[in-house]
């Protein structure tokens, strides 16, 4: 069993940057592809950002390309997101997922383990 806890979430003003970070406990994710997604109240939880279990590779939204930036740190379990130049339209709460092959997974249900999300506001 895998246990995810996302943090680093907040209120930020338009143009300003977030870090989010997810820590892993249970077992070691080095071998396993990591994401990141969010989701507003009504709406599908969608896609923000993928790597695979090096860190060699990664996918992102069209929305954030440009924007985010996603990194692991296998020897501390634990996978980042570095959000910068924010909109208020990235306002949602953020979960990581840990998926069930070492590749970049971009669909949702290539995911077995999700943490409880962290709260992103971006005020305009």
């Known amino acids: 069993q895998v246990q995810l806890v996302e943090s680093g979430g907040g209120l930020v003003q338009a143009g300003g940057s977030l870090r989010l970070s997810c820590a892993a406990s249970?077992?070691?994710?080095?071998?396993?592809?990591m994401g990141w997604f969010r989701q507003t109240p009504g709406k599908e939880r969608e896609f923000v950002a993928a790597?695979?279990?090096?860190?060699?590779?990664?996918s992102y939204a069209d929305s954030v390309k440009g924007r985010f930036t996603i990194s692991r740190d296998n020897a501390k379990n634990t996978v980042y997101l570095q959000m910068n130049n924010l909109k208020p339209e990235d306002t949602a709460v953020y979960y990581c997922?840990?998926?069930?092959?070492?590749?970049?997974?971009?669909?949702?249900?290539?995911?077995?383990?999700w943490g409880h999300g962290t709260q992103v506001t971006v005020s305009s």
């Open positions: 249970g077992r070691s994710l080095r071998s396993t592809g």
């Open positions: 790597i695979n279990w090096s860190g060699g590779s990664a």
């Open positions: 997922a840990a998926s069930t092959t070492h590749r970049v997974v971009v669909l949702r249900g290539g995911y077995d383990y």
